[in-house]
């Protein structure tokens, strides 16, 4: 197995035939990176299998719920679990996109400007509480996640491979908060809330988590259970998943159905489109097949969509009001016969 440390420049290749969708191998390392991450989020194995479906996809995750929900713990799990190099961005509002991306320094003995990179160079990227940044600093953010690079002063930076940012946010009604920018949240492969756990999630908790010192807390614990280049690999091998023409064409159907709901004044872009179908794929992967069913659409379109729709009326249960227009989509749009 490779150092789980080490990071995977761009032009490398990681190809690798080993590796297949509905193969022992990925179905092994999928399983146990849900094993692990299951072991520290105590009841809440949904959302981290969501994660780990937006990691193969090659997309980007946003976790909005109220604060104390677990919400950095979970990215912080699924980082711990991948290994490579891992940084934490803190979004305040006085946050500035250089803090983000990097910034041109005058070297004073060379004459010359030297970059120096900011913390999104790294293979996952935790933004905490994003919101509460400037639309001016998320929005440093937009070329990073859809291009894998930085552009600064002219230059061209290209980031580490793989790429993936796990954003957490607030409610857009808490104290402090700012909403992301339409294109900002159209980056994102899906939107997740995590909720408050049941009884015994939270009894586990209590028996899991006493010690009030950092160190000693269960992701800490974590050992990588992958490596970069087989994240990689794992990537590649999803992107193959075979998608028959009927089941491309119920991806379609959904998305011009959200464009033509009377609630809807913007329906799912052809951006979505593209992210709904590799999630689809890592839903199939991770399941074990290698091609992907109109139930593997169905299953991550409720995560994919929603948060990308923009409602004509504009209220404070957008959210619960999308995920229903979603919801209803999928019970009217008919399914592929033979599928």
């Known amino acids: ?71 950095t713990l979970l990215a912080r799990a699924l980082a711990k679990t991948v290994g490579g190099v891992v940084n934490r961005i803190q979004f305040t509002p006085d946050l500035l996109p250089g803090d983000v991306t990097g910034v041109s320094v005058f070297n004073q003995d060379r004459h010359t400007f030297e970059f120096r990179p900011g913390p999104v160079f790294a293979n996952v990227v935790i933004g905490d509480e994003i919101n509460r940044a400037s639309a001016k600093t998320q929005s440093a953010l937009l070329e990073c996640m859809e291009e894998h690079q930085v552009t600064v002063d002219g230059t061209t930076h290209p980031l580490e491979e793989p790429f993936l940012v796990v954003a957490t946010q607030n409610p857009v009604e808490s104290e402090g908060t700012y909403p992301l920018p339409e294109a900002q949240r159209d980056r994102f492969m899906a939107r997740i809330a995590l909720g408050y756990p049941d009884v015994e999630a939270e009894m586990q908790m209590l ?19 992958t490596s970069t280049r087989e994240v990689l690999a794992m990537i590649d091998a999803v992107s193959r998943v075979h998608v028959a023409e009927p089941v491309a064409r119920y991806v379609v159907d959904l998305g011009r159905a959200s464009r033509e709901h009377p609630d809807v004044l913007v329906g799912a872009s052809p951006r979505s489109l593209l992210q709904l179908l590799r999630a689809a794929k890592a839903e199939a992967a991770v399941s074990g097949r290698s091609y992907v069913t109109p139930q593997d659409v169905a299953e991550v379109a409720p995560v994919v969509m929603p948060h990308r729709l923009m409602l004509r009326r504009r209220s404070m249960e957008e959210s619960a009001q999308a995920e229903a227009i979603t919801a209803r989509i999928l019970r009217t749009v008919p399914v592929p016969a033979g599928s």
């Not at 692990?36 to 105590?42: E, G, L, Q, R």
């Not at 009841?43 to 780990?52: E, M």
């Open 207 to 225: 028996r899991t988590h006493q010690s009030s010192l950092p160190s000693s807390a269960p992701v800490h614990r974590l050992a990588p259970v």
């Open 1 to 71: 197995m490779d150092q789980p440390n080490e990071p995977i420049g761009p032009e490398e290749s990681w190809s690798d035939e080993s590796w297949s969708a509905g193969g022992e191998r990925l179905t092994a390392t999928t399983q146990a990176m849900l094993t692990a991450m299951d072991s520290v989020i105590d009841g809440k194995h949904q959302a981290v299998r969501t994660s780990l479906l937006v990691l193969l996809a090659g997309g980007h995750l946003l976790v909005e719920d109220v604060p104390g929900v677990g919400k």
